[in-house]
């Protein structure tokens, strides 16, 4: 969620405007410039992204930045009672000024819980900041710093800055309509991510409809499973579900979402082991129709021992996320393309597309393999 600034700034704005899919890629060059007004929101425009810019910025574009365009338009009227706001009342106007370069202009709302990263210069205010984030959230009870990724389970490291710490970090989120528990502090969990499951769902729609019947599934790294609730809660579209994760403090809540939204009585199994293993039991192999991946770092990796619980004798589907090299997309399509062949599939469709960008070189891929 991006924040407003208190700030003073001029209207009309310039603005930069980059595709969708680069937005980080040139925030960050903006940034390194100072060109970019961090005081204020990137916007959505048209198909693309509108990048805010300083007053630094030059009038001519640099050669570089000269292939997009620069619009004007009026900045965000501000509310004297955001969390910038209260901020600058909190810490005083001369702090304020004397840091606004490093104040967080961006965080992560889940469910109840805010997730913000701070700048070590602006560490020792960290509770004027939770006070400040709580003040304008009312939904929000827990405000938590992130300290980045660690661990073999990839878990965000948190340090509650604000709120109760009897609270913990588990909370309820709504998602594509349906509710279900998450704690980040014990695995991941991303609402940006949203889209994507809503999609799986519309593929296992059409899926259904090829098959003329309900549909067997496997996810593999199910997490707390927000891919599976949008499916459980579809009338008439599953008969049954495998969801694993290899983490077991995560599968007891993904026990928990399955069984709160099992509202007919889907055949439900749940595990807690290695995915790379699934295979050795003789009931998965070509069971399932629909297949999810979703462990972006390894995904590549890990897909020549997954493919084998796809059905073999009827249109099955894989669905599947990775992150990689922005120049490999075709390389990794060519993959599993030999990939499918060599296990004897014969492919219908197959999709190999950036989602969006996660670095300045690397892009989340979304992964679709239709077989006949």
Same mark, same amino acid.
């Given at each position: ?251 007891? %809540? ?5 069984? &709160?939204?099992? /509202?007919?009585? @889907?055949? +439900?199994?749940? =595990?807690? !082991? ?48 990775? %992150? ?5 997309? &075709?390389?990794? /399509?060519?993959? @599993?393309? +030999?990939?499918? =062949?060599? !296990? ?29």
């Amino acid at each position: 969620m991006k924040l407003k600034s208190p700030l003073d700034v001029p209207n009309p704005m310039r603005y930069l405007v980059v595709p969708s899919q680069e937005t980080e890629t040139w925030k960050e060059y903006l940034v390194s410039k100072g060109w970019m007004e961090r005081t204020l929101s990137i916007e959505i425009e048209g198909s693309g992204r509108a990048i805010p810019l300083s007053n630094l910025f030059p009038n001519k574009a640099p050669i570089d930045l000269s292939k997009f365009d620069i619009i004007e338009k009026n900045a965000p009227i501000i509310s004297p009672n955001d969390y910038l706001g209260f901020l600058k009342i909190k810490v005083g106007e001369k702090t304020y000024n004397e840091f606004e370069n490093f104040w967080p202009q961006s965080f992560d709302q889940i469910g109840e819980l805010i997730i913000i990263k701070l700048e070590k210069e602006v560490e020792i205010f960290a509770k004027e900041i939770a006070q400040s984030l709580l003040s304008q959230n009312k939904k929000a009870t827990r405000i938590f710093q992130d300290l980045g990724v660690h661990g073999n389970f990839r878990i965000r490291k948190l340090n509650l800055i604000g709120g109760s710490e009897k609270l913990g970090g588990e909370t309820k989120v709504r998602e594509n309509g349906v509710e279900f528990f998450v704690d980040p502090t014990k695995g991941y969990y991303s609402p940006r991510l949203a889209t994507e499951r809503l999609e799986t769902l519309e593929c296992a729609v059409l899926l259904k409809e090829k098959l003329k019947r309900k549909l067997k599934i496997c996810d593999a790294y199910a997490g707390f499973g927000p891919a599976l609730m949008p499916l459980i809660k579809k009338n008439g579209l599953v008969d049954s579900i495998f969801a694993n994760d290899l983490n077991p403090e995560v599968t007891t %809540i993904l026990q928990k979402n399955l069984i &709160d939204n099992n /509202k007919e009585n @889907i055949n +439900l199994r749940i =595990t807690c !082991e290695d995915a790379r293993k699934l295979i050795s039991l003789n009931e998965n192999i070509g069971f399932f129709d629909l297949l999810l991946v979703n462990l972006p770092h390894s995904t590549i990796e890990h897909l020549p021992t997954l493919i084998g619980l796809l059905n073999h004798s009827e249109t099955s589907v894989l669905r599947a996320w990775s %992150i990689i090299d922005s120049k490999r997309l &075709d390389e990794v /399509k060519t993959q @599993i393309e +030999l990939l499918f =062949t060599s !296990e004897n599939f014969s492919i219908s469709k197959i999709i190999v597309e950036a989602a969006r960008t996660y670095s300045p070189t690397q892009v989340y891929v979304k992964i679709e393999v239709w077989t006949n």
